[in-house]
């Protein structure tokens, strides 16, 4: 059976683009991003940054990191923590990687 043979995708301009990723993920639409995975929090945009002045955008900065720091703190996740409760919950045993014995 004859299968026909897919168009090439066009870009704005009308040429041809060959797609060499091996993505499955939607086109592109240039917003965003900002070299980031869809979805990934951007800890340096900081609301309002376009406006501020660079030392105003420098303690904005810093008291955003500040913030995060002291939720994740008061959350107890901070450190390796995170990372002891997921091996914990692979094993369902106390103790990370116990071999029981």
Known sequence: EDVPAMAAPLDDNGDEVMDTSNDEGPKYDGTGGMGLARGTTNTYVIPGMDEMSPDEYKKALQDSIINHQKY??????????????????????SGVLKDGA
């Open 72 to 93: 994740r703190h008061a959350t107890g996740t901070y450190g390796n923590k995170a990372t002891w409760d997921y091996l914990n919950s692979l094993t369902g045993e």
